[in-house]
């Protein structure tokens, strides 16, 4: 049982450190609704505490202005009770008033607007603290012969001879809070209904947000389900590099002649085979970099070059396919050098990419390849006078897997991420590419790089 409890408890604590956010929204949707509660208590208590203290007040200075006026010694009994009479017909609430006098026994009384009390003896407790204190003294009772439910107030005053000083008596005011606790309880009341609908609402939006913790939940699962894809991607293109570069090798040695002569059916063939399996290296090329990118796994040697070499070393890998289209493929020289900050090699792929869509896109004409210096960049522009694309088109050319799909590009291979790489590689390196195209006229790729000096 206690091995049970520690494994469970550990498991607990691993969870709460793992989750400690969730816990402590926890913590705040417990906290919430019980502050809520706390401090309607603590308004509703509030609030009677200040009805009953109104009533006192009101009692208290009825009591003192009584006990000041009241002259035991010196007034008939018969003034003393219309004295009284009155004052209870004044104010509201007063139920009774007495007056006592000391007897050795106790407290008899002299006058109340309640007559059966007449001639009667009291030892009540307030009346002997009062007397003996010289302080007015004030009470809370349930009167519960006649109404169980009903509160009185109680003040007792001791009453002084206006010459000598002397206490001859105690007047005594019994007061309803029927009325103050008929207002306190109708607020208690529509407190505890504005309790109910706060809670009520405290609870849907607490409901809403557990949603929301279940959607956190998800998000966290599809992120590691979409690393687990993206690892999986990774390590399978990684492990079919080599199986590949073994195929390329042997067709290579195939149609190069090295393992044999083959008629000319079986080198078309070959040469079927070589451009598929060239499709599929590419392919697979293009995907590791696409993983790469998205995981942040892409290395950058970033070193001052010239674009001008980068171009250079495109055009010369591109030349003869050009040619061979009746294409030009030229590099307009400009004045200044265009250095920038960037990896050779990344700028290389990039460069391959544009000029090798340039070739592939454009039917007639040409390409070029200029520089210009604008606001401290340098804008390499790729331009063709190829197929070019309509703006619906542009629009998503730097889309994952975008290919535009029409007559003219339907025999035309690819993958649709060449774009999408080239424009993340130049974003890592602080730059960016843009797009102008008019459909049938041709395209212009403007790489944005930060410009660095001129050599
Ligand atoms: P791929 O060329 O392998 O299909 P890319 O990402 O390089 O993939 O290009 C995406 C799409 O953009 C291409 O399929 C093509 O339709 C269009 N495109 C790219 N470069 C040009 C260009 N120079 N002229 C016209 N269309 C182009």
């Keep these: 049982m206690c091995l049970f409890l520690v494994l469970h408890m550990d498991k607990f604590r691993i969870f709460l450190k793992n989750n400690s956010r969730f816990m402590s929204s926890i913590v705040l949707m417990i906290m919430i609704p019980f502050l809520i509660v706390l401090s309607t208590l603590w308004q509703i208590r509030a609030k009677n505490d200040f009805f009953v203290n109104e009533q006192r007040s009101k009692a208290l200075s009825s009591g003192a202005v009584l006990a000041n006026t009241t002259d035991i010694i010196n007034t008939p009994i018969g003034t003393i009770k219309s004295q009284i009479q009155n004052i209870a017909k004044d104010n509201q609430g007063i139920t009774e008033i007495t007056i006592l006098k000391p007897k050795t026994t106790g407290f008899t009384v002299l006058a109340s607007t309640d007559e059966q009390k007449l001639g009667l003896t009291f030892t009540s407790e307030d009346y002997v603290k009062t007397f003996a204190s010289n302080t007015v003294i004030t009470s809370i009772i349930n009167d519960n012969a006649k109404s169980p439910s009903e509160r009185f107030l109680t003040v007792s005053a001791p009453i002084k001879d206006s010459l000598t000083g002397e206490k001859t008596g105690i007047a005594y005011i019994k007061m309803s809070l029927a009325q103050s606790d008929t207002l306190s309880a109708k607020s208690t009341s529509n407190s505890l209904i504005i309790l109910a609908i706060t809670i009520f609402l405290v609870l849907l939006l607490l409901v809403n947000h557990l949603r929301f913790f279940e959607y956190a939940v998800l998000f966290r699962k599809l992120n590691e389900v979409d690393k687990m894809k993206d690892d999986f991607i990774s390590i399978a293109s990684h492990e079919m590099k080599t199986p590949m570069a073994a195929i390329k090798g042997y067709i290579s040695m195939m149609m190069e002649g090295l393992v044999g002569k083959f008629d000319k059916q079986t080198m078309e063939h070959l040469q079927k085979i070589n451009t598929n399996i060239q499709r599929l290296d590419l392919l697979l090329s293009e995907t590791l970099d696409v993983s790469r990118l998205e995981q942040g796994r892409m290395q950058f040697d970033m070193t001052p070059i010239n674009f001008s070499d980068v171009t250079n070393q495109s055009i010369k890998m591109y030349i003869d396919q050009a040619s061979s289209k009746g294409l030009t493929l030229t590099e307009t020289q400009s004045t200044k050098k265009p250095i920038i900050f960037a990896d050779p090699d990344r700028l290389q792929q990039v460069m391959d990419n544009l000029i090798g869509n340039a070739i592939k896109y454009t039917q007639k004409g040409g390409i070029t390849v200029s520089y210009e210096t ?63 195209s008019i459909e049938n006229v041709g395209s212009k790729f403007t790489i944005v790089m930060p410009y660095m000096k001129e050599e």
Aim: aromatic share 6%.
């Design 374 to 436: 604008k606001n401290g960049k340098l804008m390499t522009v790729i331009q063709d006078s190829g197929i070019g694309m309509n703006e619906a088109d542009r629009k998503n050319l730097f889309t994952k897997f975008y290919r535009i799909k029409n007559e003219k590009t339907v025999d035309i291979p690819g993958t649709g991420l060449g774009l999408w790489i080239a424009r993340e590689i130049i974003r890592k390196m602080n730059g960016d590419i843009l797009v102008e």
